[in-house]
T-cell receptor, first 111, second 113 residues
Framework: DTGVSQDPRHKITKRGQNVTFRCDPISEHNRLYWYRQTLGQGPEFLTYFQNEAQLEKSRLLSDRFSAERPKGSFSTLEIQRTEQGDSAMYLC?????????FGPGTRLTVT | GQNIDQPTEMTATEGAIVQINCTYQTSGFNGLFWYQQHAGEAPTFLSYNVLDGLEEKGRFSSFLSRSKGYSYLLLKELQMKDSASYLCAVRAPTTDSWGKLQFGAGTQVVVTP
């Protein structure tokens, strides 16, 4: 197993465009988390899945953000009508109840 | 409110010891984690404390006092590759928020020759 993977690693988009990120967790990990990290700050929790069920969403996740985990394996995070304030590193993590393992992240730049 | 505080930056010499303090005030507690994060990379797990006391793992040790809302990460025999940001994170109770982590802003450790 190669750990948590995320795609793409970098994304540059113009304000107002939609973007979608993908996360492939460690196989058999039933819990999947999305975090957002801006420069000089720690990661902030966005949302959490247990298998295919989205059990919690942060208030940070406005209605422009949507996340899915359709088959309880990979997950996607979509941002509609991107704004410059969305520029950040988007981190995915997975766990089987214990330690969380983070992916390399997707760095989003909105111009 | 919920708050996790750690110093912004620390500088130490190669071969020395550095102690990174973390204080927390959170609405629930189910363990404290330390992660290392090199610039542009994902956080990597270093240590986990859920009971009071010291956990040692090679050159890294972590201490927890739940009554004081305090933890520290001790890095011994510093190496240049230890230059990174060190993140303190508190895990929420699983009955509440399914183990999500609340992170501090991170402490940038700079190791000099």
């Amino acid at each position: 197993d190669t750990g948590v993977s995320q795609d793409p690693r970098h994304k540059i988009t113009k304000r107002g465009q939609n973007v979608t990120f993908r996360c492939d967790p460690i196989s058999e990990h039933n819990r999947l988390y999305w975090y957002r990290q801006t420069l000089g700050q720690g990661p902030e929790f966005l949302t959490y899945f247990q298998n295919e069920a989205q059990l919690e969403k942060s208030r940070l996740l406005s209605d422009r953000f949507s996340a899915e985990r359709p088959k309880g394996s990979f997950s996607t995070l979509e941002i509609q009508r991107t704004e410059q304030g969305d520029s950040a590193m988007y981190l995915c993590a997975s766990s089987l109840g214990g330690d969380k393992y983070f992916g390399p992240g997707t760095r989003l730049t909105v111009t | 409110g919920q708050n996790i505080d750690q110093p912004t930056e620390m500088t130490a010499t190669e071969g020395a010891i550095v102690q990174i303090n973390c204080t927390y005030q959170t609405s629930g507690f189910n363990g404290l984690f330390w992660y290392q994060q090199h610039a542009g990379e994902a956080p990597t797990f270093l240590s986990y404390n859920v009971l009071d006391g010291l956990e040692e793992k090679g050159r890294f040790s972590s201490f927890l006092s739940r009554s004081k809302g305090y933890s520290y990460l001790l890095l011994k025999e510093l190496q240049m590759k230890d230059s990174a940001s060190y993140l303190c994170a508190v895990r929420a109770p699983t009955t509440d928020s399914w183990g999500k982590l609340q992170f501090g802003a991170g402490t940038q450790v700079v190791v000099t020759p």
